[in-house]
Every structure is written in structure tokens, then in C-alpha cells.
């Protein structure tokens, strides 16, 4: 399994088997058959998605020592824990598939791997934080829900964990932005300029649009996919704009209006142009905050380089003293 | 100082949610060694009171079967005679 580029010839009725057990809903596990095409896909993407989770520490995590009070620090910190821990997951899913974790590592700070760039954006107040959690960990439940049901089996499982921990997340945003709406005039028009920062980048979260999006296909084909952008990008804007209404917000999007004819006659809003120019700009590295979050990434990772030394040091000598003992 | 260019071992993580029922493998961490393995699976995997108890187990240790072989590992369907629907017991003797 190391060609690179075309199947071989031998490999066909491997693949023919691997696709219908997809068809059947069946999960593909590491040591299975898989074709090369799918096992790439799937250590991009989940590499992609660890990085963004680790990434999304940041600029939460620039809030930590100012949140307003100690109930909220808590919070704050256990939801950037969680972070973590979802980036870690994510990775263990991605060496399942033979991909180092080193490797990863090295691709994240060199700039070679992607992540989301809605984590290229700054977070200026408080109500930021707030915006962030309704709207962008909103947006990646949206994303994250069909992926508990994805054919990778690894993949799944790390996603059905994620999601359960991230519903407190999308919740302590919310509450940050209702709290903040029902306060004083500035702290209304604070939450008001945050939800006008993060709604197109959020919106954007989900990807191009389904025209420009070629890979959409055989993802679906092979149920690592279950929605296509645009799919999951109108239902969030569905969720999203009664609950601004809610707290008395305004989604910054003046062509946002209800159709009724959408959804097979359920209704649905229709949304404002979205601006394209602006995603490629910062997935291609010229966003607000890109090179300070690879930065910063960079320096915690040299200066963690003594601890990584002594944890390997201790461990070898542990070792031989065990050795001895024996 | 250099930092050696290979990843710490990848350890197996198991809880165990509650007594009698058995540790559930539940994902991988990295760790250099025992104790940092376990510190490492609780950090990562037990935040919400999960369990009572946490193995890890160098994920290079464990011998596993070659899923293409599944079906000499799991012979059945020529052995239905290890099942009880093979015997014939008349209905009124009721549930057996």
C-alpha cells in the first residue's frame, strides 16, 4: 500500500470490497484495506482539525487572566482544556493512519499544514471570547455531529468524545453574550461589535461553496462527509438567528431574510454575499493573526524543549536502574 | 541541547467507568515513561469523572490478529452446534 499515485491493478477488488463495506454503514479500521487516496484525505483533514483545535487555545486563552470573574476563569480555563485535549484526540486518530506525531508537529510550525483560519482573527474584549463560543464552536458542532458517524473509525470515535464535551461550550459562550446584552449600553454595544467581528468568519468556517469545493464528492462517497458546505452552513445560520434575536442582537448581514419556500417549505433564511476574497486571503496566511499564532506556537514548543529533554533523561535512567534491579 | 527527532512511546489508554464493569480501551497518549503515561491519560482522557481506573499499555506491546484473518480467528458458522437455537426442545417445556 505505498503507491502514491494509481491504484494497482491488483488492488481493484480490494477497493471494490472497502467501497461496499461503506455502502454497508460498516467502519473501516487501521489495519484494513484502504486506498491511498482515502488514507490521505483522512490524515489531512484530521490533522487539519487537531491543529485548529490546538490553535483555538490562543485566542482564548489571551483572555484567561482577564476574565471578568473567578466563575468564568474556571470556565474559560476548563474550556481551553478541553481543547487540548480534542486536538490530542484528534491525533492519536491521525497515527492511527501512519503519520507521525512528530511529523505533524513539525508540519503546524512550519506553516505546511493548515488549520481553521477563523483562529486568525483577534480577540479584543471580553465579549469576543463570548462570541467565539456561541458562534465558532456552534458552527464546529454543525461540522462535528455527521462526523460521529464518519467511516473511519478512529475518526468517529475521537468525534462522538469531542462533541459531547463541546455542548458546554457553545452554551458558556451564549451565556457570556446574554449577559453581556442584558447589561449597560456598552456592554450591549460590546457583544453587538463582537457578534459583527465573528459573524462572516464564522459563516465562512464551513468552507467554499459547494461549486468550489471538488473534493466534496468523494468525501461523501466515502461517508467521511455527510453534508456538503453549503448544507451545514444554512442550517447554522437557521439556528444562529433566532438566538441572536433572543438577546436582542443583530446578525450584521443586511440581505438576511426568511424564505419560506426553503427547507421543502419549512422556511430557511437566504444570506447576504459572502466575502470569498477575504477567506482565501487569510487560509492563505495574510489573515489579522497568522503570524503571530504560528509564533507563539513556535516559542512554547522551543521552550518546552527542556522539559521534553528531562522527561526523557528521567525515563532512561529509570530504566537502567530497573535494569539493574533485575 | 538537541532534541532527539523521534516521538515518545505511544501508549494504549483503558478506564474502567465503574467496579465490575471492565477497563474500555478509550485512546492513545504520548508519554516518556510509566508515570507520565499515567498522568498523561488522566489529564487528556478523564476530565469528567469517567472511571475509577486508568491502564496504559505501550501500544508497541500489544500483539493484535490480522483482521484479514478474521475468518480462521472467528470461526462460527460451521459450528452452529455451539449455539442454542441448534437444539430442538418442544415448546411446553417452557423456557430453558
Same mark, same amino acid.
Given at each position: 500500500?505505498?503507491?502514491?499515485?494509481?491504484?494497482?491493478?491488483?488492488?481493484? &477488488?480490494?477497493?471494490?470490497?472497502?467501497?461496499?463495506? =461503506?455502502?454497508?454503514?460498516?467502519?473501516?479500521? &487501521?489495519?484494513?484495506?484502504?486506498?491511498?487516496?482515502?488514507?490521505?484525505?483522512?490524515?489531512?483533514?484530521?490533522?487539519?482539525?487537531?491543529?485548529s483545535e490546538v490553535v483555538g487555545m490562543l485566542p482564548e486563552g489571551n483572555w484567561i487572566t482577564r476574565a471578568p470573574t473567578l466563575k468564568r476563569k474556571l470556565s474559560l480555563l476548563a474550556k481551553v482544556q478541553d481543547e487540548a485535549g480534542h486536538g490530542l484526540y484528534l491525533y492519536c486518530a491521525a497515527e492511527t493512519l501512519g503519520k507521525s506525531r512528530l511529523e505533524m508537529t513539525e508540519e503546524l510550525l512550519s506553516g505546511k499544514a493548515k488549520y481553521s483560519s477563523i483562529f486568525n482573527y483577534p480577540t479584543p474584549t471580553?465579549?469576543? =471570547?463570548?462570541?467565539?463560543?456561541?458562534?465558532?464552536?456552534?458552527?464546529?458542532?454543525?461540522?462535528?455531529?455527521?462526523?460521529?458517524?464518519?467511516?473511519?473509525?478512529?475518526?468517529?470515535?475521537?468525534?462522538?468524545?469531542?462533541?459531547?464535551?463541546?455542548?458546554?461550550?457553545?452554551?458558556?459562550?451564549?451565556e457570556i453574550m446574554l449577559t453581556l446584552a442584558r447589561g449597560t449600553k456598552d456592554q450591549r454595544e460590546m457583544a453587538q461589535r463582537a457578534l459583527n467581528r465573528w459573524w462572516w468568519p464564522s459563516v465562512m468556517m464551513f468552507g467554499p461553496s459547494?461549486?468550489?469545493? &471538488?473534493?466534496?464528492?468523494?468525501?461523501?462517497?466515502?461517508? =467521511?462527509?455527510?453534508?456538503?458546505n453549503d448544507e451545514l452552513r444554512e442550517k447554522f445560520i437557521d439556528a444562529i438567528v433566532p438566538q441572536?434575536?433572543? =438577546?436582542?442582537?443583530?446578525?450584521?448581514?443586511?440581505?438576511?431574510?426568511?424564505d419560506k419556500k426553503r427547507n421543502n417549505g419549512l422556511g430557511g433564511y437566504a444570506h447576504g454575499k459572502i466575502d470569498w476574497e477575504e477567506f482565501w486571503k487569510v487560509v492563505k496566511g495574510n489573515g489579522p493573526m497568522n503570524n503571530e499564532r504560528i509564533s507563539s506556537k513556535k516559542k512554547a514548543w522551543d521552550e518546552g524543549l527542556w522539559v521534553r529533554n528531562a522527561a526523557r533523561m528521567h525515563a532512561s535512567k529509570n530504566q537502567s536502574t530497573v535494569v539493574a534491579a533485575e | 541541547m538537541a532534541e532527539e527527532k523521534k516521538d515518545t512511546d505511544l501508549w494504549e489508554v483503558f478506564i474502567q467507568p465503574k467496579n465490575g464493569l471492565s477497563h474500555r480501551h478509550c485512546g492513545s497518549i504520548h508519554a516518556s515513561d510509566r508515570n507520565m503515561a499515567i498522568l498523561a491519560a488522566r489529564n487528556v482522557y478523564a476530565r469528567r469523572g469517567e472511571g475509577q481506573s486508568i491502564w496504559v499499555?505501550?501500544?508497541?506491546?500489544?500483539?493484535?490478529?490480522?483482521?484479514?484473518e478474521k475468518a480462521e480467528n472467528f470461526s462460527a458458522d460451521d459450528k452452529i452446534y455451539r449455539h442454542p437455537t441448534f437444539y430442538d426442545v418442544p415448546d411446553d417445556v417452557g423456557h430453558m
Open positions: 500500500m505505498n503507491s502514491d499515485t494509481n491504484n494497482s491493478v491488483n488492488e481493484i &477488488p480490494l477497493i471494490e470490497e472497502f467501497q461496499k463495506k =461503506i455502502d454497508r454503514d460498516e467502519k473501516i479500521e &487501521p489495519k484494513d484495506f484502504m486506498p491511498e487516496a482515502y488514507r490521505k484525505t483522512l490524515i489531512r483533514q484530521i490533522g487539519q482539525h487537531a491543529h471580553w465579549a469576543d =471570547i463570548g462570541a467565539i463560543g456561541w458562534l465558532v464552536d456552534g458552527a464546529a458542532i454543525m461540522n462535528q455531529i455527521p462526523l460521529c458517524r464518519c467511516s473511519y473509525g478512529p475518526y468517529a470515535r475521537a468525534m462522538i468524545r469531542i462533541c459531547k464535551e463541546e455542548s458546554f461550550h457553545q452554551r458558556q459562550g451564549y459547494d461549486k468550489d469545493s &471538488p473534493n466534496t464528492e468523494t468525501s461523501v462517497k466515502w461517508k =467521511i462527509k455527510r453534508h456538503t441572536a434575536k433572543k =438577546i436582542g442582537l443583530t446578525i450584521p448581514d443586511k440581505d438576511l431574510k426568511w | 499499555v505501550k501500544s508497541k506491546d500489544i500483539v493484535s490478529s490480522d483482521p484479514n
